[in-house]
Nanobody, 121 residues
């Protein structure tokens, strides 16, 4: 069963840092685009950062200069390093990736279960 498992959420004060990680299960033969989304209460899910197979990175404007996305395909893992956290970063963060299962010739899109990040003084 292919799945994405996120870890690293928590409660922090403004200005602190946190790193989220997301690891794809074994049983996949390829990883294409990977990304982090977030959803704050009462708001739509938004794309925070993405990274292609060739490691081209994109960020939403509100996190540029503060967040860094990275990946290691050998470890089947994508990270989101979050610095200078603000209360408005409070949300459930979701990992998203295009994965090719071993028994498939095509890539399909997968979501993690989400991890809560709360920034409050």
């Amino acid at each position: 069963q292919v799945q994405l498992v996120e870890t690293g959420g928590g409660s922090l004060q403004p200005g602190e840092s946190l790193t989220l990680s997301c690891t794809a299960s074994e049983g996949i033969s390829g990883i294409d685009n990977m990304a982090w989304y977030r959803q704050a209460p009462g708001k739509q899910r938004e794309l925070v950062a993405s990274i292609t197979y060739g490691e081209v990175k994109k960020y939403t404007n509100s996190v540029k200069g503060r967040f860094t996305i990275s990946r290691d395909d050998v470890k089947r893992t994508v990270w989101l390093q979050m610095n200078s956290l603000k209360p408005e970063d409070t949300a459930v963060y979701y990992c998203n990736a295009d994965l090719q299962p071993l028994n498939s010739e095509v890539y399909s899109n997968w979501w993690g279960q989400g991890t809560q990040v709360t920034v409050s003084s």
